[in-house]
């Protein structure tokens, strides 16, 4: 109460005539409510050891339920994720919401395979989300070629950087190459916003085009005798459309990265990653080639991250280095490593955890920070490893054996 | 006396000024247990090191006799011994996959197999037959090794959360999936009690009997080195001062006053 009162509880306010200070108790009253209960949680929980036990146990059933459950979570949540455009609360704000989770679901994926699997740090992942974006941005532009051409190669051309960075930061591990991954990061954006012949610098590149239903463009403006979406469907126009065609591509992009995540996993590769991120030594006496594996993990991840940039780009229909900042990497990362650490889930609850609770909150303003900066502390506290960190073996020799 | 594995020539490893091996020769045979022993800081570990491409020796030759062919292994580095040369080898300080499972250490072990066979991934993608039955094939063999040590039951829990004897074991077997001709263990019965050395040292014995493995063991324990070397070479500071059976070197005169000092 003593600290909170100068601190919060005084507030100044300029006016004409001079400095006012307006003192705001309900402020300091709510705070300190807060924190008493907060305390009083705490006794509560250290004079109790019944009470620690009794928390003890309800940890390890949920954690029981989620492994044995994890089946049926998925489920569900792929079928609310498939019925969300159609829910009646379901409006357009909403629905955008659900394009960036979406989207960040996707990176986090794309990023699991790198830093999960592969345990290679890499903070500069939007370095190959921004290769993906642009070289969407420019093929779709200047070749004027289609959406279902220019994915493909735009993932290709993000793999292509993911072994660019790759071959220099083979022989770094830990904080080094976190460190280089960091700097590529930046060297990307950086190049992006320099080199204004072909990228347009920090005017970017607009007028990208959408990408069309099986050909049927989304647009209401039409020539004589061509067929779009609305038309060809006897539909009303409507822009809701258009989105929600864009929820089901990224949707669909994202259900394909986790599908090749969760196969390549059961791979040789797969497990070759996961050794790596165990005891590279070892894996070398055992002949797995750390060269290699390490590339594929690179590339492959970029490869996702390219795909996810091109949906932006089309999405957005315009794109420019502003979007690219390091502050998306930290959230990838951050949404990797809250969700734990391999975990497919773990990044889905997470990227709604980061993304779709920071939008929701956005009318809290600066108190939504507090409050996912506390849950990040909790998590810490509680929950170190993410927030699932249970890690399936990839065969078994007994039990439910596939 | 069975066919020549590995021969040793004038092996030199220098670290700066520091001579770790000096001029070290001495070679192994096929079906036989060959012990390194020395004093700690002897080299034993540097050699180890050498043969199985994690240091580049100074000087010197080491040649691997398989199929009637030779293979320098100073050619390979690193992960190529174990592909290319089938020299495997264990950790001082124990090196598994800790939070994969057993099962899947052992499958890593198999990895360039399993590779090919997936078509470097792409079939593997596909989950085509093919790719399948190697992976079934791949477990079977991983079984073979977990039924021989005991370990199938454990086969689908965390190689981290085995006993210190279990994964001293697990360690070895996984060593053996990649199929090697000679198998480098070091200290293998090092923090072991008795029951479990007896244990490694049958396990050894059915190495070298029934898979015609070569084994170089850098080995403390002399119950385990006296129980089961064909053949003894004994280090002190980098340098060979006996060679023979653990018969001769129980009572060798050298090997007694580097372990124990020279009488003033």
């Known amino acids: 109460m003593a600290i909170f009162g100068p601190i919060v509880g005084l507030r100044t306010r300029l006016q004409k005539e001079g400095l006012y200070i307006d003192p705001q108790w309900l402020m300091v009253f709510f705070l300190v409510i807060g924190s008493a209960l907060g305390r009083f949680l705490i006794n509560l929980n250290s004079s109790r050891k019944t009470e620690i036990a009794f928390v003890k146990n309800t940890k390890l059933r949920i954690s029981n339920y989620f492994s044995n459950k994890g089946k049926h979570i998925a489920i569900t949540g792929f079928l609310f994720a498939v019925a969300y455009p159609f829910l009646p609360f379901t409006d357009r704000y909403l629905l955008d919401v659900g394009i960036m989770v979406l989207t960040y679901i996707m990176l986090g994926w794309g990023l699991n395979i790198v830093v999960g699997l592969a345990g290679l740090l890499d903070l500069g992942y939007v370095a190959f989300y921004a290769v993906g974006a642009y070289s969407f941005a420019l093929l779709s532009t200047t070749f004027g070629w289609s959406f279902w051409i220019c994915l493909p190669l735009a993932g290709i051309f993000a793999a292509f950087a993911g072994i660019l960075l790759g071959f220099p930061v083979l022989r770094l591990r830990g904080d080094y190459l976190a460190i280089v991954t960091l700097g590529f990061g930046e060297i990307v954006r950086i190049i992006l916003l320099n080199w204004y012949d072909l990228t347009g610098g920090p005017d970017g590149i607009g007028g990208i085009s959408r990408p069309s239903f099986f050909g049927l463009p989304f647009t209401n403006n039409l020539k004589e005798g061509e067929n779009s979406f609305h038309t060809f469907f006897n539909l009303e126009y409507s822009t809701a459309h258009k989105l929600i065609f864009l929820y089901y591509l990224i949707l669909i992009l994202a259900l394909v990265t986790n599908f090749f995540t969760l196969r390549i996993r059961k791979l040789p590769v797969g497990r070759a990653w996961e050794a790596l991120r165990e005891d590279e030594i070892a894996c070398k006496s055992l002949g797995v080639n750390p060269t290699n594996t390490k590339l594929t993990a690179f590339a492959i991840g970029a490869m996702f991250g390219g795909f996810a940039g091109a949906f932006f780009a089309t999405k957005q229909t315009f794109v420019s280095p502003e979007s690219f900042t390091f502050i998306e990497s930290a959230i990838i990362v951050a949404i990797v490593v809250l969700g734990g650490m391999g975990s497919q889930t773990g990044v889905v609850l997470a990227a709604i955890f980061l993304i779709g609770f920071t939008e929701v909150f956005r009318e809290l303003e600066q108190f939504r920070m507090i409050a996912f900066g506390l849950a990040m502390v909790l998590i810490m506290l509680f929950k170190p490893k993410g927030i699932l960190s249970n890690r399936e073996p990839t065969i078994k020799l007994h039990g439910d054996k596939k | ?264």
Not at chain 2, 35 to 54: D, Q, R, Y
Not at chain 2, 83 to 108: C, D, G, P, W, Y
Not at chain 2, 149 to 168: I, K, P, V, W
Not at chain 2, 169 to 187: G, H, Q, S, V, Y
Request: one cysteine or more.
């Open chain 2, 1 to 264: 006396m069975s066919n020549k594995l590995l021969s040793v020539e004038n092996l030199t490893m220098k670290f700066g000024g520091l001579i770790a091996i000096d001029n070290l020769s001495f070679s192994a045979s096929e079906s036989q247990i060959t012990s390194i022993i020395g004093p700690n800081g002897a080299g034993k570990t540097t050699v180890f090191n050498c043969l199985t491409g994690f240091y580049k020796p100074s000087e010197g030759e080491m040649i691997l006799h398989k199929d009637n062919d030779s293979i320098s292994l100073k050619k390979y580095t690193d992960f190529k011994i174990s592909h290319k040369a089938k020299v495997a080898r264990t950790f001082q300080n124990i090196r598994l996959f800790s939070s994969m499972s057993v099962l899947e250490n052992l499958l890593v072990a198999q990895h360039n197999e399993l590779m090919v066979a997936s078509g470097y991934s792409i079939f593997g993608l596909l989950n085509l037959k093919r790719y399948k039955d190697k992976e079934r094939e791949a477990v079977e063999k991983a079984k073979y090794w977990l039924d021989l040590t005991g370990l199938t039951t454990r086969a689908d829990d965390n190689a981290g959360d085995l006993s210190y004897g279990d994964q001293r074991k697990l360690e070895i077997i996984r060593a053996m999936c990649t199929n090697p001709k000679l198998l480098c263990l070091d200290e293998p019965a090092a923090g072991l009690n008795p029951k479990e050395s007896s244990e490694l040292n049958k396990l050894l014995k059915f190495i070298k009997t029934e898979k015609q493995t070569g084994i170089l063991l850098i080995e403390h324990d002399m119950s385990v080195v006296m129980g089961i070397s064909d053949h003894v070479v004994v280090l002190n500071y980098g340098k060979k001062i006996f060679e023979g059976t653990a018969k001769d070197t129980r009572n060798s005169k050298e090997v007694i006053e580097a372990y124990l000092g020279v009488e003033e």
